[in-house]
């Protein structure tokens, strides 16, 4: 029995690169898509925001002489690659899915509205959501936010390359502990780095709990769905 019926997924663009320093591994992107498909099988809803961070981060490009406005839509553009590239994985491993953006660029993919995605969730298609939020200033996090708490997802996934929420990061403090669970509010306490600021508050606010896990571990996401405690909850 699956532990959430709808979920949102969060992936990381930069964990897309796989072992290599930029782009898309395609080892790692067919074992993200063989992940979904497994939990897709179980009947779980699956909705899908993936970070464009592996191509270009408008942030990071702002800061080397670019222009705020253009970097954050280049960065838009990136996510809808990286889209793109997971929906044809899916595809490939006959996962029926569509790709919705936040701003229009048909034939490329469909222009996003809550309805029609949570119409095609219900038909049994993967959704993938890209393009963030169609705005400049706002992260992936925050699109993934919003489009969990749109499609009124039970809990948002977050699939990073560390299990859970820590103390510190573990990468770099060896001494970091753990949380299995944490509040909302002793995240923005602690200033720990789970999402941005505006994200944890939109998710907070509208009582969407965020799941943190390893997800370039093989097999994870099913574990998750499973019910093993093998990350962080972050709730009210």
Same mark, same amino acid.
């Given at each position: 029995?699956?532990?959430? %019926?709808? /979920?949102?997924?969060? +992936?990381? @663009?930069?964990?897309?690169?796989?072992?290599? $320093?930029? &782009?898309?591994?395609?080892?790692?992107?067919?074992?993200?898509?063989?992940?979904?498909?497994?939990?897709?099988?179980?009947?779980?809803?699956?909705?899908?925001?993936?970070?464009?961070?592996?191509?270009?981060?408008?942030?990071?490009?702002?800061?080397?002489?670019?222009?705020?406005?253009?970097?954050?839509?280049?960065?838009?553009?990136?996510?809808?690659?990286?889209?793109?590239?997971?929906?044809?994985?899916?595809?490939?491993?006959?996962?029926?899915?569509?790709?919705?953006?936040?701003?229009?660029m048909?034939?490329?993919g469909?222009?996003?509205?809550?309805? %029609?995605? /949570?119409?095609?969730? +219900?038909? @049994?298609?993967?959704?993938?959501?890209?393009? $963030?939020? &169609?705005?400049?200033y706002?992260?992936?996090?925050?699109?993934?936010?919003?489009?969990?708490?749109?499609?009124?997802?039970?809990?948002?996934?977050?699939?990073?390359?560390?299990?859970?929420?820590?103390?510190?990061?573990?990468?770099?403090?060896?001494?970091?502990?753990?949380?299995?669970?944490i509040?909302?509010?002793?995240?923005?306490?602690?200033?720990?780095?789970?999402?941005?600021?505006?994200?944890?508050?939109?998710?907070?606010?509208?009582?969407?709990?965020i799941?943190?896990?390893?997800?370039?571990?093989?097999?994870?996401?099913?574990?998750?769905?499973?019910?093993e405690?093998i990350?962080? +909850?972050?709730?009210?």
């Amino acid at each position: 029995m699956a532990r959430f %019926k709808r /979920i949102l997924l969060k +992936l990381s @663009g930069e964990s897309l690169m796989g072992h290599q $320093g930029f &782009g898309i591994d395609p080892q790692r992107l067919a074992d993200y898509a063989a992940q979904i498909k497994e939990i897709h099988d179980m009947g779980v809803e699956i909705g899908v925001v993936i970070g464009g961070g592996n191509i270009f981060r408008g942030l990071s490009g702002s800061q080397k002489g670019f222009d705020r406005v253009k970097g954050d839509q280049m960065g838009m553009c990136a996510t809808v690659i990286n889209s793109l590239a997971l929906s044809s994985a899916l595809g490939a491993i006959g996962v029926e899915n569509k790709v919705m953006t936040a701003i229009r660029m048909e034939p490329i993919g469909e222009f996003y509205n809550k309805w %029609k995605a /949570i119409e095609a969730l +219900l038909a @049994g298609y993967v959704c993938i959501f890209s393009a $963030g939020t &169609g705005n400049p200033y706002f992260t992936t996090d925050t699109g993934s936010s919003l489009r969990g708490i749109e499609i009124e997802a039970d809990v948002m996934l977050k699939g990073t390359r560390v299990d859970g929420v820590y103390t510190a990061d573990p990468e770099k403090d060896p001494t970091a502990r753990k949380f299995n669970e944490i509040s909302y509010h002793e995240v923005l306490e602690r200033g720990l780095k789970v999402m941005d600021l505006t994200a944890i508050c939109m998710c907070q606010d509208n009582h969407l709990p965020i799941y943190v896990f390893n997800m370039d571990v093989v097999g994870n996401l099913r574990k998750v769905i499973d019910g093993e405690e093998i990350g962080t +909850l972050v709730k009210p």
